[in-house]
Nanobody, 125 residues
């Protein structure tokens, strides 16, 4: 059974930082591209960032570029999301996802095979 478990969420003031982790119980973790998405109540889930299997390629939307950094440690089956200069509009439940596809459109939810349960990030103004 594949499990993705996010951690590191919490409450932070605007301008602060958080580091999210997603640990995957996938035997061949390095064969999966990974992504982070977020969802606010009443809104559609939004793409945050994606990273290739090796970690050599990443994809950031304009909304987080320069503030968020994704990385992965394949030896630890873990992907990280470093979030700096957080804004109230970053408040959401953050989900990690894993894709077995070789060619991945990171922003496309249907590209992912597995999803975590989410971790809440709240940024106060």
């Amino acid at each position: 059974q594949v499990l993705l478990v996010e951690s590191g969420g919490g409450l932070v003031q605007a301008g602060g930082s958080l580091r999210l982790s997603c640990e995957a119980s996938i035997p061949t973790f390095s064969n999966y591209a990974m992504g982070w998405f977020r969802q606010c109540p009443g809104k559609a889930r939004e793409f945050v960032v994606g990273i290739s299997r090796s970690g050599s390629s990443t994809d950031y939307p304009h909304s987080v570029k320069g503030r968020f950094t994704i990385s992965r440690d394949n030896a630890k089956n873990t992907v990280y999301l470093q979030m700096n200069n957080l804004k109230p509009e970053d408040t959401a439940v953050y989900y990690c996802a894993a894709s077995s596809r070789y060619f991945v459109t990171y922003a496309r939810e249907s590209a992912y095979d597995y999803w975590g349960q989410g971790t809440q990030v709240t940024v106060s103004s």
